[in-house]
């Protein structure tokens, strides 16, 4: 395993000092769907030294076309996405230490992950996360790097606390189409252009390059052969309480109430209790079996009735299936679980 990176270090950007300083790094990846996937197993490939990936799903069928790390038998068990990923990742190289969670990520458990991370990627299809992040990058003075996608059109921009613009400051001038995955549907190729310029802009970062860091907020349509980059450096926002003069971080405050939602591109709701909860699944088997067929692995449960299904992780999450009336949800909820 002797020359494992030998083409890598003969790209003299890197080189011997750089593929040194690549082991050293801790990366941190929030979503191991599309994009996630894609940064992960580049990453991983590259020699990182370590990567913790943090996902709250597991691997359905639709997928399966765009999300590499996965196969059918992933599809057939429901195996969460993190421990999937994990397994394939080990594979492709077993000298990256590999801390791989199953969570719906919030403040409390990031900030119990930060005090060595050197970046972190974004994977994620959720806004609310992505400023999460920000916020988080902002107070621990983390760079990361963001990302999106959906149909052919994709977009990125790195952030540096302290010399770059953060996303706070960039929301009132990015456009924002209101297209999601569900709406118009996504082509791989969109996926793996962002996830390339996110794993390219790490690499700089990670061995020190900032001369080379892309200054532009990048975005661009791959069906109809589009690119463009736009100038955001005279974006940064004084006032900016995510990164101004005197910030407030305003998303990393924690309402300490149960939370529902409707999950983006996915006919689906999901609870979050306020606390979590560590279900016995075993027991949890025998008490929904009346309601449905039952299909459980280690880390979830899933109850298939006739017009929706409930699927429980070990945390105390729920997503049900089949519904979008958040009422509704709420309702099966308490009834099976409550």
């Known amino acids: 395993m002797d020359n494992r990176y030998s083409r890598q270090q003969l790209f003299s950007p890197i080189g011997e000092n750089g593929q040194?300083?690549?082991?050293?790094?801790?990366?941190?990846?929030?979503g191991v769907g599309a994009l996630g996937s894609a940064s992960a197993e580049a990453l991983v490939r590259a020699g990182v030294g370590k990567l913790t990936i943090i996902d709250r799903d597991y691997v359905e069928w639709s997928n399966l076309q765009r999300q590499q790390l996965y196969t059918e038998q992933d599809a057939k068990e429901k195996v969460p996405k993190a421990i999937a990923a994990k397994k394939?990742?080990?594979s492709i190289n077993s000298t990256v230490h590999i801390n791989a969670l199953i969570v719906d990520a919030s403040t409390e458990q990031l900030q119990e992950l930060l005090d060595d991370v050197d970046i972190m990627i974004d994977?994620?299809?959720?806004?609310?996360?992505r400023f999460m992040m920000n916020d988080l990058a902002q107070k621990y003075q983390i760079p990361w790097v963001y990302g999106?996608?959906?149909?052919?059109?994709?977009?990125?921009?790195t952030i540096v606390p302290g010399k770059t613009p953060c996303l706070h400051c960039l929301l009132k001038v990015m456009?924002?189409?209101?297209?999601?995955?569900d709406t118009v549907g996504i082509i791989s190729p969109a996926v793996q252009i962002v996830a390339a310029y996110q794993v390219a802009e790490a690499l700089k970062l990670l061995i020190g390059d900032e001369e080379a860091r892309r200054k532009s907020y990048l975005t661009f349509d791959v069906w109809k052969n589009q690119h463009y980059e736009i100038n955001v450096e005279k974006m940064r926002n004084d006032d900016c309480p995510s990164c101004g003069n005197?910030?407030?971080?305003?998303?990393?405050?924690?309402?300490n109430q149960t939370k529902l939602e409707t999950l983006c591109g996915r006919d689906a709701v999901q609870i979050r209790p306020p606390k979590p909860i560590h279900?016995?699944?075993?027991?949890?088997?025998?008490?929904?079996?009346?309601?449905?067929?039952?299909?459980?692995?280690p880390y979830l449960l899933s109850c298939q009735a006739s017009d929706y299904r409930l699927v429980v992780f070990q945390d105390g999450r729920v997503v049900i299936h089949g519904i979008q009336d958040i009422q509704k949800a709420k309702?099966?909820?308490y009834r099976l679980l409550g």
Do not use: W
């Not at 994977?123 to 996360?129: E, P, S």
């Open 148 to 157: 999106s996608c959906v149909s052919s059109y994709g977009a990125t921009y």
């Open 175 to 181: 456009p924002n189409t209101g297209m999601t995955c």
């Open 279 to 297: 279900y016995n699944l075993e027991q949890l088997a025998v008490q929904l079996r009346p309601y449905g067929d039952i299909q459980k692995n």
């Open 246 to 255: 005197n910030p407030t971080y305003p998303y990393l405050s924690y309402d």
């Open 123 to 129: 994977g994620t299809d959720n806004f609310d996360v």
């Open 88 to 90: 394939r990742l080990q």
């Open 331 to 333: 309702s099966i909820y």
């Open 20 to 30: 040194q300083l690549l082991k050293e790094k801790h990366v941190l990846i929030i």
